[in-house]
C-alpha cells in the first residue's frame, strides 16, 4: 500500500460519458474548474482537489505519493489534464499508469518548471520559487494572492481574472502549509524530461503565448514523446488559458478529444 493511501480526496463530478479529469495548480484547488462545468457534454468531469488543497487530505510527500493516492480516487479508464503543478501531477501519472490514463492534456505547464543554471532551459528563476517559500510562512492568503495576479498577468482581462479567480479559491479552505511547501519543492526539483521520451499516449499540450511563469520558448524546447503529440497556443492568454479564455480554450480541446 502506498503512503497516503489513507487520504482523503475531494472530487467534484459533472456529468455522464466517458471520464475528464482535471488537476488545479499550486495554491488554488478544483473550484478554479467551474467555469468548465458542462464545458465537455460527452465527458464526465472529474476535478479532484490535489492532497492538502481544498477539502483533500495531506498525502505523502513527494510527486510519487500525490500520484498514487489521487489514482486510488479516480476513474480505472480517463483522460487525464493538468493545469501548471497539476500538469506536472498528471503527467507522471500517465508515465506510471500507462493503462489508466488513455490520453493527456497539459495546460501551460512544463515537465522541468525551475531554470537551470547549466542549460538554456526556459524556466522560473530560482529566486522567485524562493521568495514564494520564504514568503508563506508569514501571511498565506496574501502569498497566494500574489500568485494569482503573476498568473493573470499579461492577459487583457488581468484585473477581472485575478478576482474572479480569487473568489473562487477562497470559496474553500487555504491550502495546508505542508502542502504548498511540498508543490514548491516538487516545482523547483522534479525534472520528467528524461522520462517524456516513454510517454506513449496522445498529449495535447495548452499554452498562453504571454504566459509569465511558462514561457512560450518551453514549446520549441521540449523533448519528443513516444506518441502523438499536439500544441495549442492561445495567443492573448498567460497563464490560465481555460479561465481567460474559455472559448478558444474549449473548442481546441474538443476538437482534439473527437479526433481521439
Given at each position: 500500500m502506498t503512503q497516503g493511501s489513507q487520504a482523503h480526496i475531494h472530487i467534484d463530478t459533472h456529468g455522464t460519458g466517458k471520464n475528464l479529469v482535471i488537476l488545479h495548480g499550486w495554491g488554488m484547488n478544483a473550484a478554479v474548474f467551474t467555469p468548465l462545468k458542462g464545458a465537455f457534454p460527452e465527458y464526465r468531469l472529474h476535478c479532484p482537489?490535489?492532497?492538502?488543497?481544498g477539502h483533500s487530505t495531506m498525502a505523502g510527500d513527494t510527486l510519487d505519493h500525490w500520484v498514487?493516492?489521487?489514482?486510488?480516487?479516480?476513474?480505472?479508464?480517463m483522460v487525464l489534464a493538468g493545469w501548471s503543478l497539476g500538469g506536472l501531477v498528471a503527467t507522471r501519472a500517465a508515465l506510471r499508469y500507462p493503462d489508466r490514463v488513455n490520453a493527456l492534456i497539459?495546460?501551460?505547464s512544463s515537465p522541468c518548471f525551475m531554470a537551470r543554471d547549466d542549460e538554456s532551459w526556459p524556466g522560473i528563476p530560482p529566486q522567485v520559487l524562493s521568495q514564494f517559500?520564504?514568503?508563506?510562512?508569514?501571511?498565506?492568503?496574501?502569498?497566494?494572492?500574489?500568485?494569482?495576479?503573476?498568473?493573470?498577468?499579461?492577459?487583457?482581462?488581468?484585473?477581472?481574472?485575478?478576482?474572479?479567480?480569487?473568489?473562487?479559491?477562497?470559496?474553500?479552505?487555504?491550502?495546508?502549509?505542508?502542502?504548498?511547501?511540498?508543490?514548491?519543492?516538487?516545482?523547483?526539483?522534479?525534472?520528467?524530461?528524461?522520462e517524456l521520451t516513454n510517454l506513449s499516449q496522445p498529449w495535447l499540450r495548452v499554452w498562453g503565448r504571454l504566459d509569465g511563469l511558462v514561457p512560450k520558448r518551453v514549446m520549441p524546447a521540449m523533448p519528443s514523446p513516444a506518441g502523438a503529440c499536439e500544441?495549442?497556443?492561445?495567443?492573448?492568454?498567460?497563464?490560465?488559458?481555460?479561465?481567460?479564455?474559455?472559448?478558444e480554450f474549449v473548442t481546441g480541446v474538443k476538437d482534439w478529444l473527437s479526433r481521439l
Open positions: 482537489d490535489l492532497p492538502g488543497f498514487d493516492t489521487l489514482m486510488q480516487a479516480l476513474p480505472e479508464q497539459t495546460i501551460a517559500g520564504a514568503e508563506l510562512g508569514k501571511d498565506l492568503a496574501k502569498t497566494i494572492e500574489r500568485f494569482l495576479a503573476i498568473q493573470a498577468m499579461g492577459s487583457d482581462t488581468a484585473r477581472e481574472d485575478i478576482k474572479r479567480l480569487r473568489d473562487l479559491v477562497l470559496s474553500r479552505p487555504l491550502p495546508q502549509q505542508a502542502a504548498l511547501d511540498q508543490g514548491l519543492t516538487m516545482l523547483k526539483d522534479v525534472d520528467l524530461r528524461p500544441d495549442l497556443m492561445i495567443a492573448k492568454a498567460s497563464h490560465a488559458p481555460f479561465f481567460s479564455h474559455p472559448t
